[in-house]
Structures are given as C-alpha cells and as structure tokens.
C-alpha cells in the first residue's frame, strides 16, 4: 500500500497538481508511514488555502451558534454595517455556510488593493465593501455556489459576534485547544 501512496505522492508533484506535500499516517500513536515529496522539508509551512473556511470560519460560527451568539437565522443586514441592499436582509448565516447566498464565487479584489493596504484594517475594508456592493447571481437560498465572498461575509459576523479578530479566534478557539502548534490563520 505504502509504495502506491508513494507512486500517487510523486506523480501528482510531476504533474503538477501540487508543489509539494508532507505526508503522515498514524493510527494509535504509531507512524504508519510518512514522506515528503516535491520542494518540502522539515518546518515547511503550508497554505491550508479553502480548508480555512471549514476548519476555522465554519467552526468558529457553530461555535457562536452553540454559546447563541450567533443563529443560522441571522441575517448579513442584522450584523454588518456595510450591508444594507434588500438582499442583504435575505442572507443568512445558514447560506453562507451552505454557499446558497447568491453571491458570485469570487472576485479579483486583489488586483484593486494597493500593496500598501495589503494586510490592513483599510484593506480589508475595501475588500468587505467590494463585498457588500456585489450583485447576487442567483436569489439567496435558491442555489448552491461557493462563494469565498460569503465567507467573507460571515468572517466578519464571526468577528462582529465573538468581539476579536479571526486569527485570534482560530488561535484561543481550535489551535490551542487542538494542541495544533504549527497551526495558525492569517
């Protein structure tokens, strides 16, 4: 088994399909097999890239749920500022987790933000307003899209919810608790 693992690991790499990975097996505390492939060495930090939104922001908001916080039924209107069209007042929590907001999948807000505003509280309220002024694609609730623009969405509820910013969240909530050293959200 370990050797089609291997073949798979390598070939993917030459294809393409990814750079590099790290590779761990373990079952009851004893390492089944574990390789590198590509670029990657040992401490070689990895984008978890769209995992984010369910092992951070789709956590966090059942988190709030649970402490009633926050409800599924509680809409982007309710909760941003910045988001005040009429459908807006339709969006809820349940559709962004569920993609079934509407929104468009993504944008190219990156090429409108100044490198200066990269990393900012500015920038990311360019982003959230670019956000807020998107056209739905569909009405919410209607039909399944991701949207990374909803999760950007319900980031920001999470935020408005628990008082603090997600990477602090991410860190007091699920990294420290799950003892995830090498874990952490930007």
């Given at each position: 088994m370990n050797g089609k693992i291997d073949l798979a690991f390598k070939e993917a790499v030459s294809e393409?399909?990814?750079?590099?990975?790290?590779?761990?097996?373990?079952k009851g505390g004893e390492v089944l097999f574990s390789a590198r492939y590509g670029d990657a060495r040992e401490h070689t930090c990895f984008d978890i890239s769209s995992l984010t939104k369910p092992v951070s922001t789709a956590t966090l908001a059942m988190m709030l749920v649970a402490?009633?916080?926050?409800?599924?039924?509680?809409?982007?209107?309710?909760?941003?500022?910045?988001?005040?069209?009429?459908?807006?007042?339709q969006i809820t929590v349940r559709m962004l987790l569920d993609h079934?907001?509407?929104?468009?999948?993504?944008?190219?807000?990156?090429?409108?933000?100044?490198?200066?505003?990269?990393?900012?509280?500015?920038g990311k309220r360019l982003v959230l307003d670019s956000c807020y002024a998107e056209e739905l694609?569909?009405?919410?609730?209607?039909?399944?899209?991701?949207?990374?623009?909803?999760?950007?969405?319900?980031?920001?509820?999470?935020?408005?919810?628990?008082?603090?910013?997600?990477?602090?969240?991410?860190s007091q909530r699920i990294a420290r608790p799950l003892n995830l050293r090498d874990t952490f959200f930007v």
């Open positions: 393409g399909i990814f750079p590099s990975a790290d590779l761990l097996v373990a402490e009633e916080l926050l409800t599924r039924d509680d809409t982007v209107y309710q909760w941003l500022a910045g988001a005040r069209r009429p459908a807006h007042k079934t907001s509407g929104l468009p999948a993504w944008q190219p807000y990156y090429r409108e933000l100044p490198l200066s505003l990269v990393g900012t509280e500015a694609l569909s009405p919410p609730g209607e039909k399944t899209r991701y949207s990374d623009l909803g999760y950007i969405l319900l980031g920001e509820m999470i935020e408005e919810a628990a008082g603090a910013p997600l990477d602090e969240l991410f």
